[in-house]
């Protein structure tokens, strides 16, 4: 194992979604609004939403981010609009299994018990629901964070922790605080999110237990033409985009006006330049074989899960058998992340459909998906823990992906 490298599982976040909800939180008068913010913190059976899907809901009956696929909204809504009134948090359970449900005036197409809680925003508070929110999706480690959603006495209580044992938020309970804290020391090791029940002073304590890494990252090695949609589409899933190349003229800030940074960087200083980790994917498209390969050599040493090369996979055997020469052998990770001929077999011929195949594989890879036809997949859509209950999507890094990769 290299330096640095990391072998885990990690889940795949609603990063854009969360953002989304940040920043129109900024953007509010929050002195004429009142807010509240639903989490999905539950689900038994299925749904359209896993558990750590947010929506921002505002007095005025608008909302950003969603908890299902439309049928809970306008209920919870409802809700939100006596949770700011109140002041108070509470938890609704909406039972997708009943046809009584349709009385409600919510279309459910699940089949599923979905848990939600729905807290009161107070913009006087540093540790609000959604100043916590901002806290983690900004972070780039790891962090844990337990919700109380079901007590008595604390409901809406937020105990948060770093993977280095920093604690940036806690319960009012010490008792809680102490039964809480090997769960979610353990959970940097399980990557397991989920709800918990504990007894504390009196009564069961309902917990969701919510891993949260760092949001997904790109870099594009490479400013052409057909680099430019692949940036678009990641930004639309929300990941950081970087685009670097050694000519200043692919990289004007014109050809890719939603990147979060273009870089003029000569490809001896990448390492130094770039910050790679185990959540960043690389994409090589330079249509310069040299300079690719150079890129190569260099993210061989990274702790990267994914690189993909545009262009033929008789391209990348070259660039192995010039890596022999010089006594550099690919290990069987190295086999495994690297990507060439980049992306899904999809029939991609245009700069957009490609861009779609990378995209989708980068997806895939990090979902430990084989990009097939779900119509065929013999297991549920989304994990279940073995009492049934919806768990967040995972990915495992250190397998082996038995999917194979076909350039358009």
């Given amino acids: 194992m290299r330096p640095g490298e990391v072998n885990f599982r990690i889940e795949i976040r609603k990063t854009k979604e969360q953002k989304a909800n940040v920043n129109s939180y900024h953007k509010l008068d929050l002195k004429a609004k009142k807010v509240a913010l639903a989490t999905?913190?539950?689900?038994?059976?299925?749904?359209?939403?896993?558990?750590?899907?947010?929506?921002?809901?505002?007095?005025?009956?608008?909302?950003?981010?969603?908890?299902?696929?439309?049928?809970?909204?306008?209920?919870?809504l409802r809700k939100a609009r006596q949770v700011m009134s109140d002041q108070k948090p509470i938890t609704i359970s909406y039972d997708t299994r009943e046809e009584s449900n349709q009385n409600l005036g919510i279309g459910l197409g699940c089949n599923g018990v979905i848990d939600v809680l729905i807290e009161p925003v107070d913009p006087q508070n540093t540790q609000n629901a959604v100043r916590v929110c901002e806290l983690l999706i900004s972070t780039k480690e790891p962090a844990a964070i337990a919700t109380i959603f079901a007590s008595s006495k604390f409901i809406g209580e937020k105990k948060v922790v770093t993977a280095d044992g920093e604690l940036l938020s806690s319960f009012t309970s010490k008792h809680l605080e102490t039964l809480v804290k090997t769960d979610l020391q353990k959970l940097f090791e399980t990557k397991r999110s989920e709800a918990k029940t504990y007894y504390s002073e009196g009564e069961d304590v309902e917990v969701f237990i919510e891993l949260v890494q760092p949001a997904l990252s790109m870099i594009v090695f490479g400013g052409g033409f057909d680099a430019r949609p692949v940036s678009e589409l990641a930004k639309l899933l929300g990941w950081e985009v970087s685009v670097t190349d050694e000519c200043a003229a692919h990289i004007a800030p014109v050809f890719f006006p939603g990147a979060d940074r273009l870089s003029l960087c000569h490809r001896e200083f990448i390492d130094r330049d770039f910050e790679i980790t185990p959540y960043t994917a690389c994409v090589l498209m330079s249509h310069n074989y040299e300079y690719d390969r150079d890129v190569l050599r260099k993210l061989l040493g990274s702790p990267a899960p994914y690189i993909g090369i545009l262009g033929p996979r008789k391209r990348f055997d070259k660039m192995v058998a010039e890596f022999d020469q010089q006594g550099i052998q690919l290990t069987a990770r190295d086999n495994d992340r690297i990507h060439s001929p980049i992306g899904l077999d999809i029939g991609a011929e245009t700069p957009d459909e490609i861009a779609v195949s990378i995209i989708?594989?980068?997806?895939?890879k990090f979902a430990n998906r084989s990009g097939g036809f779900l119509k065929y997949r013999k297991a549920p859509i989304h994990q279940r823990d073995q009492k049934g209950d919806q768990v967040f999507k995972e990915v495992y890094l250190g397998q082996t992906s038995k999917k194979k990769s076909a350039n358009s």
């Fill in 40 to 76: 999905v913190v539950r689900v038994r059976g299925s749904s359209y939403r896993s558990p750590g899907a947010r929506m921002l809901i505002t007095d005025d009956g608008r909302w950003v981010g969603s908890i299902s696929g439309g049928c809970l909204e306008g209920d919870a």
């Fill in 360 to 364: 989708s594989e980068i997806q895939s």
